[in-house]
Every structure is written in structure tokens, then in C-alpha cells.
């Protein structure tokens, strides 16, 4: 487990198109009167979203009121089910939840190949190929002596797609502030004020994040750099802790200020 954690850390980031903001959703600086779940990088594993959703339900039995849940993003790649994962992500949440599923890195991979393979074949390398397979689609069957057959790879891929996962892609929103907390994919760089913040650190940031916190007078609850148990730092709370290796999807609870993992 270290070890893979470690290359996961590791890994060289590649170079993303940054000219296209996505929405940022801010609900004001009042605390929150509801109780709020924020789940960690789920990287294709439904069965453990589904197993989230239902402890989540189990910790509301004694008071059933509506709740929101927060998606920290990467519901794609490595794991076996992104597309069931996406599809779920499309249904309503089981009431009384709410849902807010925020864009990660490896959603913005997905999308971008989408839009023009040839340019971000990439992203194979970052588990797209565990994803094309959930479609159904090989990608090995489009490659010939190092050579891609593009277009039959694009009729394959608006075939195998459908537009609603597509749009889903497109629409994530790249974080959400609620009173004195703010939930995203991957950090903030320090010393930026919010408006600042350009979607490719808040997608890829890892250092100087990680050791220094955001500078922003908010606890930053996020995913993105995998640990072996949550793990908390300057202004914030890491909790993607390696479902797709694990078999552990971290689930925090935040009730009245007060912050949880449920176990």
C-alpha cells in the first residue's frame, strides 16, 4: 500500500488547458444548519459509493432530516465501473440527500480525450484504459504497430458514450464554500485569494498545499493526494484514502462544527 501511494504521488502531471473556468458554488459565509458528508476519490468503484450512500443513511437514522453530500471528484479511471459510477451520479440521491459532485482531475482527463483524442492519449497512462473498457470500448483494438486509427476510435466513442455522461463532464463545478468550510478535488494555492485560484491547482495541486495549507481562512476538505488514513494538515483535512486499492471510500461527517469520519 505505501509503496502504491507513493507512485501515485509521484506521478509527472501532465499539461491541461486551463481556459475554461468551471462554476464555483458559494452558499454565503453562515454556518450550515444541515449535516454535510463529503466522500473521497471514488476512481471507478461503485460498489463503494453504493456501500457510502447507505452508511451514510444508516448515520442519519436517528435524525432523517435532509443532509447534503459532497463528491470530492475522480469518479473515473482505474477502478472497474466508471461508467456505473457516472451513470449513478446521474440519478437522484436517495432522499432525503442532497448531492454536489465536484470536478477532479481525472474528470477533466476523461473529457478532454473526448474532445480530441489524438491530443491526450495521455491520460491512457492515468487510468483511462480501466475506463474505456467499462464502455465497452478497447483501446488496444484501435492501435495498430504505435499508430492510432482515429476516426474509427471516434465513431466508437460517440457509439459507446452517451451525451448525458459527456455533459456530466462538462458541468462539474470546481468547488463548493459553505460557512467556514470549502470542499475541492485536489487544494488552493497559498497565498491566493479565492477569485485568484485557477481550476488547474484547484484540479493538480499537491505542494505547496499539502505542507503549507490555503491562506484562506477556511478549512479545506479535499481529496486528490492519496493516504493510508485521513489525514489532517494547515486548514485542512485530506481524505482520499485509495478506494480503488483499499477498498476504502472515506466518508466525513461535519454536524454542528463538528467533524467526524464514520467508521
Not at 442532497?98 to 495521455?122: I, K, Y
Not at 468550510?181 to 497565498?191: C, D, E, L, N, T
Request: proline content about 8%; charged content about 20%.
Amino acid at each position: 500500500m505505501p509503496k502504491m501511494l507513493n507512485w501515485i504521488r509521484g506521478r509527472k502531471q501532465p499539461v491541461i488547458r486551463d481556459d475554461r473556468r468551471r462554476r464555483r458554488i458559494d452558499l454565503g459565509e453562515k454556518s450550515p444548519s444541515f449535516p454535510i458528508y463529503a466522500i473521497g476519490d471514488v476512481h471507478g468503484s461503485l460498489d463503494l459509493l453504493l456501500q457510502a450512500e447507505q452508511k451514510i443513511l444508516a448515520d442519519m437514522a436517528s435524525n432523517p432530516s435532509p443532509a447534503l453530500v459532497i463528491l470530492l471528484g475522480d469518479y473515473v479511471d482505474r477502478g472497474r465501473d466508471s461508467c456505473g459510477v457516472l451513470e449513478h451520479l446521474l440519478q437522484p440521491p436517495p432522499a432525503p440527500l442532497r448531492r454536489v459532485a465536484l470536478c477532479g482531475n481525472h474528470e477533466q482527463l476523461f473529457g478532454d480525450f473526448l474532445e480530441n483524442p489524438q491530443d491526450n492519449m495521455h491520460w491512457l497512462d492515468f487510468g483511462g484504459r480501466q475506463t474505456l473498457l467499462s464502455y465497452g470500448v478497447d483501446i488496444d483494438y484501435f492501435l495498430h504497430k504505435g499508430r492510432l486509427r482515429l476516426q474509427p476510435l471516434k465513431d466508437a466513442l460517440i457509439g459507446a458514450i452517451p451525451q448525458t455522461h459527456r455533459q456530466l463532464l462538462s458541468n462539474l463545478p470546481i468547488y463548493a464554500r459553505i460557512g467556514p468550510y470549502i470542499f475541492v478535488h485536489a487544494g488552493f494555492r497559498p497565498g491566493l485569494p479565492l477569485e485568484a485560484q485557477t481550476d488547474e491547482d484547484m484540479l493538480w495541486i499537491r505542494e505547496p498545499f499539502l505542507s503549507q495549507g490555503a491562506g484562506l481562512d477556511l478549512l479545506v476538505i479535499h481529496g486528490h493526494t492519496p493516504v493510508a488514513a485521513p489525514e489532517s494538515g494547515p486548514q485542512r483535512i485530506g481524505i482520499d484514502t485509495g478506494a480503488f486499492t483499499t477498498g476504502r471510500l472515506t466518508v466525513l461527517r461535519i454536524i454542528d462544527s463538528e467533524i467526524m469520519i464514520l467508521a
